[in-house]
């Protein structure tokens, strides 16, 4: 039998597996009560209204949807999001959307459309783990930002810094990526000032931005903010901001639904892209979603989505409250929207590692480490609180606390078995 490592392209070589994928088997106990995956929560699913715009969709266009459609998309669900988009301040047409299969598809687009081997892409540390993933993917690399200390965007001071250095370093960038409403993983939200300098930024440097838009319309405190395209579309509207949604977040992650909004020549050639994927998104589920959109109902299911999340939202923080050691080095995020808190724990204690007593004790969550490019900070952990029931975010959050606790106490104690020497 050949050796498969010698028959791999590089970049094969260079696809990693999901950190967070490898974990979840782990939590796949019935007794688990699991923070770790990023699911939204069964109640939120419409199932009845969109069974029943399955069936009509089934009724009007019977064997057409049956058939190979555009590879741009279904033109009624594009019609449906222009209008979505346009009642949201955006100005676009139907040349400016491209549907996809998910917001994944769109993430692996990128890298396969902009960067060579070795060439970079500017992304926060931490970020998501499929945008890491799709970009190691094309053998491009990560350039880290940290987040400022008011967790309101990027750093940037630091922004500035080792963009220089990477320049001279002669270091090819091409883009940024980021996730401006409560970021996966980490649930912050920029400020609209950050937000502004981050297109100065990218103006002055020439570099596309890819606003990754997942949790945007899942909001439920604060006023909302104006997206990445459209603030740029109210500044100089050079089109330099790449626009990703997905319908997995205020609908159904099942139906695998996404779309881009761009400028034309960026979607023409996203559209050759995806032609080497996939040639089309699913016929059958576009239809059904823009029948869904057509009754008006989605503004509804997103309020009740986001009702729910602020109570077990709010129910958490105060577990973590009642629960969780009183310590300065032990913080989490408190995100106005989105799915994921991020919890920091003392810096010696490493996430990793204690994943595994915490599966002892039943629960389980996302080590930190997995959404770092390289020189991963290993103290922290990412916290989902949508889909867990009150029951099982308050009894998770106490059995994550008591093994939080106990880490702390054996540092604390210090190595065992060692002897006090005697004064001399």
């Known amino acids: 039998m050949q050796e498969l490592s010698a028959y791999l392209s590089a970049n094969a070589h260079n696809m990693k597996k999901s950190v967070i994928r490898e974990l979840l088997k782990l939590t796949n106990q019935p007794d688990i009560i699991s923070f770790a995956g990023g699911l939204p929560a069964p109640e939120t699913f419409p199932v009845e209204e969109l069974r029943q715009a399955s069936d009509r969709v089934f009724r009007q266009y019977g064997d057409k949807i049956l058939q190979y459609g555009t590879t741009e998309g279904d033109n009624d669900l594009k019609a449906q999001l222009v209008a979505y988009e346009t009642a949201r301040g955006l100005s676009l047409g139907a040349q400016n959307l491209l549907i996809t299969s998910a917001s994944q598809q769109a993430l692996d ?26 970009i190691q993917s094309y053998q491009g690399r990560v350039l880290g930002i940290p987040f400022s200390s008011a967790n309101d965007g990027f750093d940037m001071v630091e922004l500035e810094k080792r963009y220089s250095r990477a320049v001279g370093q002669k270091k090819r960038i091409k883009y940024i990526y980021v996730i401006p409403d409560f970021q996966n993983p980490t649930g912050i939200c920029w400020s609209l000032e950050k937000r502004k300098a981050l297109i100065e930024f990218a103006y ?30 109210q500044m ?55 029948e ?59 996430t990793e590692k204690m994943f595994y007593k915490a599966i002892e ?48 106490e054996e540092h604390e104690a210090g190595p065992r078995g060692q002897t006090v020497p005697e004064d001399i």
Not at 250 to 261: C, D, E, F, K, M
Not at 270 to 283: E, F
Not at 308 to 335: C, G, H, Q, S, V
Not at 372 to 400: A, C, K, W
């Open 361 to 408: 004790k039943k629960v389980a969550y996302v080590v930190g480490s997995a959404f770092y490019f390289d020189e991963p900070e290993t103290n922290s952990m990412r916290i989902n609180f949508s889909y867990s029931t009150f029951e099982q975010i308050e009894e998770g959050v106490r059995r994550l606390a008591d093994t939080v606790r106990e880490e702390i």
């Open 109 to 134: 687009m990128l890298p396969k459309l902009f960067l060579d081997p070795g060439d970079y892409v500017i992304a926060g540390r931490p970020t998501y783990l499929g945008a890491i993933q799709a």
């Open 204 to 233: 002055r440097e020439n570099l596309f931005i890819a606003e990754d838009a997942p949790y945007r319309e899942i909001r439920f405190l604060g006023e909302p903010i104006d997206s990445l395209y459209r603030l740029e579309q």
């Open 292 to 350: 869904f959109m057509a009754t008006g109902k989605l503004k509804d299911i997103v309020a009740r989505t986001c009702g729910i999340y602020r109570e077990k939202r709010n129910f958490m923080l105060e577990k973590f409250d009642a629960y969780m050691p009183k310590r300065f080095d032990l913080t989490w995020t408190k995100p106005e929207g989105g799915l994921f808190l991020w919890l920091s724990l003392p810096h010696y204690i490493d």
């Open 236 to 290: 100089q509207n050079r089109g330099i901001v790449i626009n990703l949604k997905t319908f997995s977040k205020i609908l159904s992650p099942g139906a695998r639904i996404g779309w881009v909004v761009a400028r034309e020549d960026i979607i023409q050639k996203m559209v050759v892209a995806k032609q080497a994927m996939d040639l089309c998104t699913s016929v059958i589920t576009q239809k059904m979603i823009a």
